[in-house]
């Protein structure tokens, strides 16, 4: 692998407006705000060499290209949806790249969390000359951002007598088609089985949240994110993270 495999042309916390998915309250149809992050590998050699923008992907058409595909579109269906929608403009003529990288957050999409989203690689095959050009997917998942709770959590003797916040991560893997859509599900089972939950560990309580995600049958894979902010008094979090297959928790039954 050479160093050209590495460069990189990207939008950060790319802001818009779009109906995509349930809102906060759950209510379809609805326009809220969008973040995207977008990374496009792509050789910069040459625009490096020359001095040139047209030897490189120019991030200023990018953003125009993909502004333009979201406000054409009235609706999409849910997150996969829209991240391919973007993902197929970022390839297409208006971007001009091979492979991208796209994150998606909903930052309104969940009412106790930052933010829910998707984060997919899309890579395209065949030429747009030939009009017959693919989109292959090399990852995809479904992810939570900070979901704050409150449980009974600590081995000392006063954490044992009232809650205190803990802030979980989610990243879903080989996911159902539904959970595009019915993410605020998974997420209300998690949240109502940990605000009853009593653990003296976070080994323990991240466990729990993993079979918790797993056991409905639409999540293959998770990967649990899980921090005491008031553990530590000079420490803004302490916690721990876990990666989980269903099938760990059935070999446990």
């Known amino acids: 692998m050479s ?31 969008v973040i995207l992050d977008i990374r496009m ?18 991030y200023g058409t990018l953003c125009k290209a993909i502004t333009e595909g ?15 929608e973007v993902c197929k403009t970022a390839l297409g003529p208006g971007g001009g790249g091979k492979v991208v ?16 989203g998707i984060s997919t690689v899309q890579v395209k095959e ?33 954490e044992r007598l009232e809650k205190q916040y803990v802030v979980i991560n989610l990243t879903f893997l080989q996911v159902e088609e539904v959970l595009f859509t019915g993410y605020a599900e998974i997420v ?11 653990y003296e560990t976070l080994e323990a309580l991240a466990t729990f949240i993993g079979r918790v995600a797993c056991s409905g ?24 993270e876990i990666t989980r297959h269903k099938d760990f928790y059935l070999k446990g039954k």
């Open 3 to 33: 160093d050209l495999d590495f460069d990189l042309v990207f939008l950060r916390s790319f802001s818009i407006t779009a109906t995509v998915g349930p809102e906060t309250w759950h209510r379809l149809n609805r326009p809220q705000p």
């Open 41 to 58: 590998r792509t050789s910069i050699a040459l625009a490096g060499d020359t001095d040139s923008v047209i030897n490189t992907i120019h």
């Open 70 to 84: 979201i406000e054409s579109t009235k609706a999409f269906r849910d997150l996969k949806h829209f991240a391919q």
């Open 101 to 116: 990288e796209l994150t998606v957050t909903l930052p309104k999409g969940l009412l106790l969390a930052e933010g829910v």
């Open 126 to 158: 065949g030429d747009d000359k030939d009009n017959n050009v693919q989109l292959m997917t090399q990852s995809q998942s479904l992810f939570v951002r900070d979901l704050k709770l409150a449980c009974i959590i600590g081995v000392n003797p006063h």
């Open 188 to 198: 209300k089972k998690i949240s109502d089985s940990v605000e009853v939950s009593s």
């Open 217 to 240: 049958g639409s999540v293959g894979t998770v990967t649990v994110s899980v921090q005491k902010p008031s553990a530590l008094t000079f420490v803004a979090g302490s916690g721990v």
